[in-house]
Each structure stands twice: as structure tokens, then as C-alpha cells.
């Protein structure tokens, strides 16, 4: 999002090229977090989960997590030397997944929507980079991923099947959406803007590139094209909620 600024341009060659490093470093920085997120959370729904199948499952998502969390560790520390901090708004979204005591809306933030979501933005970075040991590990990690997310919607659709109540309904509905716009302000990159950009625009105008930017708007399409038709399967996605989806450019009609 900041190649088309003039005061990039005006960059030399060298801090182009780390301010690029840098803000790779950034989103794989988010990914190793919302991996030990993921693992907690396995760990959480694995013990609370109400039969034996799911359990059994579960175990297994346990070790692909620890795999995963290690795997971009690895890759951070011993190849691109730079860690960035867990970000505000996947720290909020992660801290309410661990105190909720529902053990299907664990299931429904982090089997639905943070791993849908980095099923899409998994996939945009492995479509564009052309380092092949990172495009390897993300078409392995995207393996793992996509069936955490099919056995989410199983799980939760089986267990709802059975009945829920108009203000369960609803309230799982809304609890999808606030998470949804906390996941979409994830990738405003304000730790990376504080390092580089924060003495040449308010943060007001950073989000405002980052928000206006195609480059940007079509990886939060191809993350959120990801989550949206789980949530209409499970009827999380109703006319009242819809609105502001489509408000905030995470949902159009060909979502399905």
C-alpha cells in the first residue's frame, strides 16, 4: 500500500527493500500469533468439546498448531531476523476466545473466522511471493488449515442442529461481526507504521491508505470470501448483520 507514496519513491534502493523485509516480517509476525492463539484455543475446545470424535480430532489440530507455531518461529528468527509484538486488535479477539466459557463460540471464533481468514490471507501471500521455501511452507500450512475450518463447520452445524434459541442465535451472530471488523482492523499494520510512517502522517491518513488500497482491498477479499458463506451456512448471516458487512467491503453477492 505505500509504493505509489511520493516519499516512498524518494527512498533509496536499500530502504525501499527494508521497509519491504519489514513489513513481510510484520504479517508473518500476526500469522505466528494468531497460530499460538489457535493452539491455546485447540487445546481449550479439546478438553470442553461434549463427544469423543471431536476430542479425537481435536488432539490432532493440537499437534498441527504447535507444528505451525514452531514452523513461523523458525522462519522469523533464523531467516528474517525480525519479530514484530502480537497486534492490538488479534489481542483483544484472542483474549475474549480464551475467557469465553461457550465452548461453540471458541469453535465459532477460532475454527471459523480466524482460521477461515488465514486460510485467504495465507493464500494471497503464497500466491504473490516468489521465495519458495516461505511458498512451500504456506501451501503446507494451508493443508492443515482448510481442514480445521471443514470441521468447524461440521461440528457447529451438527450442534446447532439440534436448536438454539433466537437470542443465542443472535448473539453468536453479532459476537461474528464485532470479531470480523477487529480481524479487518488487524491488518491496518499500525506496528509497522509507528516504526516508519508515524512522522510523516497521522495514523488517521495511514488508515486511510491502507484502507483505500487496492492492493489491500483485494487480500481482505480473498480472506473474508473465506469466512462469509460458512457463516450464511451456519445462519450467522442474516439481513440485519449483512448490511454492515457489505458497509465495511467484506461481503458482496458473489461471497454466495
Given amino acids: ?14 530502504q525501499q527493500t ?13 500469522f505466528l500469533h494468531g497460530e499460538q492463539g489457535a493452539l491455546v484455543a485447540a487445546a481449550q475446545v479439546t478438553e470442553a468439546v461434549p463427544w469423543l470424535d471431536a476430542k479425537l480430532y481435536g488432539s490432532t489440530q493440537v499437534v498441527d498448531e504447535g507444528r ?9 528468527s533464523e ?18 476466545l480464551m475467557l469465553n466459557e461457550s465452548w461453540d463460540v471458541k ?12 486460510l485467504g490471507a495465507f493464500g494471497s501471500i ?23 475450518v471443514h470441521f468447524g463447520v461440521i461440528a457447529l452445524g451438527e450442534q446447532w442442529a439440534e436448536g438454539m434459541t433466537e437470542r443465542e442465535r443472535r ?21 509497522f507504521y509507528d516504526e516508519y510512517w508515524a512522522a510523516h502522517m497521522s495514523r488517521n491518513e495511514w488508515d486511510e491508505l491502507v484502507l483505500g488500497s487496492p492492493l489491500m482491498a483485494n487480500f481482505r477479499r480473498n480472506m473474508f470470501k473465506r469466512i462469509m458463506p460458512n457463516l450464511r451456512r451456519l445462519g450467522l448471516l442474516s439481513e440485519r448483520v449483512q448490511r454492515h458487512y457489505e458497509a465495511m467491503g467484506l461481503y458482496d453477492l458473489s461471497y454466495g
Fill in 107 to 118: 469453535f465459532l471464533g477460532m475454527q471459523i473466522m480466524i482460521e477461515g481468514l488465514a
Fill in 1 to 14: 500500500p505505500i509504493c505509489d507514496l511520493p516519499a516512498f519513491k524518494n527512498l533509496s534502493e536499500s
Fill in 171 to 191: 448473539y453468536r451472530e453479532d459476537w461474528a461481526l464485532e470479531v470480523s471488523i477487529q480481524l479487518r482492523n488487524r491488518f491496518l499494520a499500525h506496528e
Fill in 68 to 76: 505451525h507455531v514452531e514452523t513461523f518461529h523458525r522462519y522469523l
Fill in 79 to 96: 531467516k528474517l531476523g525480525k519479530l514484530y509484538e502480537i497486534n492490538d486488535n488479534l489481542y483483544v479477539v484472542i483474549d475474549a
Fill in 18 to 30: 527494508e521497509q519491504r523485509w519489514a513489513l513481510m516480517s510484520w504479517f508473518l509476525s500476526q
Fill in 126 to 148: 503464497r500466491h504473490a511471493t516468489q521465495e519458495p521455501l516461505l511458498k512451500e511452507l504456506l501451501g503446507r500450512v494451508i493443508a492443515d488449515e482448510a481442514r480445521h
